[in-house]
């Protein structure tokens, strides 16, 4: 076998063997990425959250700093903590924003569960934040007022 052609049975052998290994991740991530469009696309934030399969109850575990009075809703400044053990992920949802669902963060194992995001705001609404650890959501949420609206107001 030349070297050539032994090059191309390699590129060819590897790309089908990998492939073969990504089928599986593929169709998963491709069914996680369907759960999450849904998500977003939802017009409430009770729609938002029954698509990613959430119910949140209020804790003083989840600590949302937002301002009082946001004079521009285009750039909201948001930060988000957890001390809830094992926070896997938290998520972002505005209440009267045309699309609720603003954004969600995988939390590593070990990670310190904290995220800091400017957000776009149409109205003054509440925000929520939610920190989901083994299978149950916890939330902070607090009413930040609008000037200025951001989403195309």
Do not use: W
């Not at 290994?21 to 069914?31: C, F």
């Not at 119910?55 to 989840?62: C, G, L, M, R």
């Not at 600590?63 to 004079?71: F, G, R, T, V």
């Not at 948001?78 to 045309?98: C, K, W």
């Amino acid at each position: 076998m030349n070297v050539r052609s032994r090059r191309s049975f390699l590129h060819v052998a590897s790309a089908t063997g990998l492939v073969a290994v990504a089928g599986p991740v593929v169709t998963m991530r491709a069914a996680q990425a369907a759960d999450g469009k849904a998500a977003f696309e939802a017009k409430t934030t009770a729609d938002a959250m029954k698509a990613l399969g959430i119910a949140p109850a209020e804790s003083k575990d989840v600590y949302l700093k937002a301002p009082d009075i946001a004079e521009n809703g285009a750039e909201v400044p948001l930060e988000i903590s957890s001390n809830v053990p094992g926070t896997q992920s938290i998520a972002v949802f505005i209440d009267r924003n045309p699309f609720p669902f603003v954004a969600s963060f995988d939390v590593s194992k070990g990670a310190l569960p904290f995220v800091a995001l400017r957000v776009k705001m149409s109205e003054t609404s509440n925000v929520r934040a939610v920190a989901v650890a083994g299978g149950k959501a916890f939330a902070a949420t607090k009413e930040v007022k609008v000037t200025i609206g951001g989403c195309g107001a």
